[in-house]
Antibody, heavy 120, light 108 residues
Framework: HVQLQESGPGLVKPSQTLSLTCTVS??????????WTWIRQHPGKGLEWVGN???????HFSPSLQSRLSISMDSSKNQFSLKLTSVTAADTAVYYC????????????WGPGTLVIVSS | SSELTQDPAVSVALGQTVRITCQGD??????ASWYQQRPGLAPRLVIY???NRPSGIPDRISGSISGHTSSLTITGAQAEDEADYYC???????????FGGGTKLTVL
């Protein structure tokens, strides 16, 4: 039974970098067959895909965020991480990490989510 | 890029059947997956592929596809089905991921 857990600061100042980590248990992020994804949800709004990283270490980002976004993985800790630079209030959201299957496409396991507020 | 379109809100009487739809060009190439989100909780996968349910999802929830429209049907809606429902698929243009805007289901 795979479990994911997000961690990181709940408050980030404008113009700084938002950094989150997702710790995975019950599966290996370096095993093929799944990708590892970040999804966010602005308060009271819908879901927005942020980006993902493949078990090979390659990645794919949302076109609207790619200039500020990086995603990396640490196989030794079974973690993957998100960094979003130059944040503004518009980046305030609940951030979820999830496991993504490719064919068929779905997100079958989600972390509980972590609220990140961008404010001075 | 493409988009997925959902009705913002749908209501159903207790015990009746409701269909929630998701339209988008990407659905001609990819099956949608469907997620249920109750207030304060993370989304939960309820349908994937042509019409597959993860373990623990009741069989009153089903999925179907016709052309560029994917549908989630709840047959005999229960109070616990009241939630937001989101569809998702890959974008055929650039392989990114699309989410529909979500449908708020109210069970009367």
């Amino acid at each position: 039974h795979v479990q994911l857990q997000e961690s990181g600061p709940g408050l980030v100042k404008p113009s700084q970098t938002l950094s989150l980590t997702c710790t995975v248990s019950g599966d290996s992020i370096s095993r093929g067959g799944y990708n590892w994804t970040w999804i966010r949800q602005h308060p009271g709004k819908g879901l927005e895909w942020v980006g993902n990283i493949y078990h090979t270490g390659s990645f794919h980002f949302s076109p609207s965020l790619q200039s500020r976004l990086s995603i990396s993985m640490d196989s030794s800790k079974n973690q993957f991480s998100l960094k979003l630079t130059s944040v503004t209030a518009a980046d305030t959201a609940v951030y979820y990490c999830a496991r993504e299957a490719d064919l068929p496409f779905f997100f079958d396991s989600w972390g509980p989510g972590t609220l990140v507020i961008v404010s001075s | 890029s493409s988009e997925l379109t959902q009705d913002p809100a749908v209501s159903v009487a207790l015990g009746q059947t409701v269909r929630i739809t998701c339209q988008g060009d990407s659905l001609r190439g990819y099956y949608a997956s469907w997620y249920q989100q109750r207030p304060g909780l993370a989304p939960r996968l309820v349908i994937y592929g042509r019409n597959n349910r993860p373990s623990g999802i009741p069989d009153r929830i089903s999925g179907s596809i016709s052309g560029h429209t994917s549908s989630l049907t709840i047959t005999g809606a229960q109070a616990e089905d009241e939630a937001d429902y989101y569809c998702s698929s890959r974008d055929t243009d650039d392989d990114s991921v699309l989410f529909g805007g979500g449908t708020k289901l109210t069970v009367l």
